[in-house]
């Protein structure tokens, strides 16, 4: 078994021990005080009978025994499979605090026939005795659920949910029993409030008609009016804890939806305008972060900026790899800017550039970098490619095809056409971050980028438009006739001639 598993099952035996103590105090309370109508005749007539029948010692036993039973087999039942066991983690609080009413209720149904058989048999008023009855197994559960159900929630996220989940996405089931925080407001009010001061009420009333006395109608009237205070009061705290809450969590679903502009109002001071205030400086800090992002993104190929910024301070460094290197240039760009304004340039360009990046991006490629009319454009790094001299070839007919309708744009607002040389190449590299200590950019580096930048220069020598070398043609692995021979290419820098490859 695991450590983490046997972790789970100490805690649920403790969560347990807390469910019987949480009982146990339930039956004190009630207990150590006198029962409100104890003292007259018939009580005592009652007292004697269960006495002497134990039937309060079999309603007690049952009432503790569910709560125990559902524990064991509720424990059981989820640690079936680890899966089931993480689903329902969370859920433990609910269930292990909710066997105690279900065991209180089953104490007061249990009574339920002694009292018809004390009336039968003794002639005992029961009217007084149900409603005792009912107020202790009431009063009672509700003690035992709250109690437990606050003492395991906190050792659960204090303890076992932070231990088990320790990046939060707790699982849940798509049926939950977990209270919401009204529910536990309402709760706490039951038993701090509601039961205290009908056991006070009820007292000062059975005396009263002990003694003779009238009943007082103020004393009635303070009580009831102490209630709908004490609820008033819970219900106000309950609204000033849980509106900014909800306000948080649908600004939180914004912001998770990219909307960094999300604001939450801040209007106190206390915990909750506190945290009110970081959540805003939060938003503010994601959304300069996403600002950075996209400018980045903008700077350097986006791929680029994803690795950078997921492998960190790993990526501050370089690996050796092969990749495929593409070199495109605009044919006699400098003769043609001459006679061109430098907004008509910069027009030409920005359209160029967008048309033949979305080719190199759809293919798996990165631009590395704009040098003046040039594209250098590199596949298979950072991120690994199954082919990446396949798809630089695929990128570049694709380029072809974009040309075509960059010119007619390009002709249609009085701006020249324009004609290209690609050259691509696939080799070894090293690959990674280079540059000062405060200024850097991720790059390739190696004789295969000279020799796709040659390659791309050769194509004015052959009069074409692509050249491939023989090393991108071979891990092309292209049907025979799509690419055609050219020449056994005198490569400047190399001694060896290499066969370089065009497709019509």
Not at 359 to 376: E, F, L, Q, R, S
Request: charged share 20%; net charge neutral.
């Amino acid at each position: 078994m695991q450590k983490e598993e046997k972790f789970i099952y100490r805690m649920v035996r403790l969560y347990g021990l807390i469910v019987i103590l949480s009982n146990v105090i339930a039956v004190l309370i009630p207990t150590l005080v006198a029962t409100p109508l104890s003292d007259t005749e018939n009580m005592q007539n009652w007292i004697n009978f269960i006495s002497r029948k134990n039937a309060s010692n079999y309603a007690i036993i049952a009432a503790f025994l569910v709560p125990t039973l559902v524990c064991i087999v509720y424990s059981h039942k989820i640690s079936k499979s680890k899966e089931k066991m993480m689903k329902n983690i969370a859920e433990i609080p609910s269930v292990y605090s909710l066997s105690s009413v279900i065991g209180w209720n089953l104490y007061y149904f249990i009574e339920i026939p002694f009292v018809i058989y004390a009336k039968i048999q003794l002639g005992i008023k029961i009217k007084y005795i149900i409603i005792s009855s009912w107020a202790f197994a009431v009063f009672s559960g509700m003690t035992a659920y709250t109690i437990s159900y606050i003492l395991i929630e906190i050792l659960n996220r204090m303890v076992l949910l932070p231990k088990v989940f320790p990046e939060g996405h707790i699982q849940k089931n798509g049926f939950s029993f977990r209270p919401i925080f009204k529910h536990l407001m309402l709760f706490s009010y039951m038993v701090s409030s509601v039961f205290p001061v009908i056991l006070l009420l009820t007292t000062i009333i059975t005396e009263e008609i002990q003694f003779g006395k009238k009943i007082s109608s103020g004393i009635i009237f303070i009580s009831i009016l102490l209630l709908i205070l004490a609820f008033i009061i819970t219900k106000g705290l309950t609204k000033i804890i849980i509106s900014p809450m909800n306000k948080l969590t649908l600004a939180a679903d914004r912001i998770k939806e990219g909307n960094y502009k999300t604001r939450v109002g801040v209007v106190t001071a206390d915990e909750l305008g506190t945290l009110a205030d970081s959540f805003n400086d939060m938003a503010d800090s994601l959304a300069e972060k996403e600002f950075m992002r996209d400018t980045f993104g903008k700077i350097v190929d986006p791929e680029v900026r994803d690795y950078l910024l997921h492998e960190g301070e790993k990526a501050l460094g370089g690996e050796t790899r092969e990749v495929t290197v593409l070199f495109c240039d605009i044919r006699s760009f400098t003769a043609m800017s001459e006679k061109m304004s430098a907004e008509d340039v910069v027009s030409l360009l920005n359209r160029y550039f967008t048309a033949l990046g979305q080719c190199i991006t759809v293919h798996h490629g990165i631009i590395n970098k704009y040098i003046g009319d040039a594209i250098m454009a590199i596949f298979g790094a950072p991120v690994s490619s199954e082919n990446s001299a396949l798809d630089a070839y695929k990128a570049a007919i694709d380029m072809r095809q974009a040309l075509v309708h960059v010119n007619k744009d390009l002709t249609a607002v009085g701006l020249p056409e324009v004609h290209f040389g690609i050259g691509i190449h696939t080799g070894p590299v090293f690959a990674g971050t280079i540059g000062a200590e405060n200024r850097m950019e991720y790059t390739v580096i190696g004789d295969t980028v000279n020799t796709a930048s040659r390659l791309e220069s050769l194509c004015k020598t052959y009069k074409v438009d692509l050249l491939l070398s023989q090393a991108a043609a071979q891990k092309c692995k292209l049907t025979e006739g799509a690419l055609t021979f050219v020449d056994d290419a005198q490569i400047r820098g190399k001694t060896e001639p290499m066969k370089v490859f065009t497709v019509e």
